[in-house]
């Protein structure tokens, strides 16, 4: 069984920067496009990042040049470095496949808020 488990988050002031980690049991990166999600208060679940096996990535315009997704195969870990943070990404982040196959871990919360 697969076990996502997200980290890194935290309170953090406009305009600062944090580092999530993703970690997974088994080579799960390796044979998935990966993804990063997050969901603020009161929305649904989106998806924020995308890193596909062949290393291209993808973002949601709101975080273009602010967000990076990187992974670690070795490791079986995936990160998104979050810079410039705003409030409106106050979120608990989240990590799966694009295609969200797995159970969900518990999150990450940040919240961005001076």
Not at 33 to 56: C, H, K
Not at 60 to 86: H, P
Request: contains cysteine; hydrophobic residues 30%; positive net charge.
């Amino acid at each position: 069984q697969v076990q996502l488990v997200e980290s890194g988050g935290g309170l953090v002031q406009p305009g600062g920067s944090l580092r999530l980690s993703c970690a997974a049991s088994g080579s799960l990166f390796k044979r998935n496009n990966m993804a990063w999600f997050r969901q603020a208060p009161g929305e649904r679940r989106e998806l924020v990042a995308t890193f596909t096996t062949s290393g291209s990535t993808n973002y949601i315009d709101s975080v273009k040049g602010r967000f990076t997704i990187s992974r670690d195969n070795a490791t079986n870990t995936m990160y998104l470095r979050m810079t410039m943070l705003k409030p409106e990404d106050t979120a608990v982040y989240y990590c799966n496949t694009v295609w969200r196959d797995y159970s969900w871990g518990q999150g990450t919360r940040v919240t961005v808020s001076s």
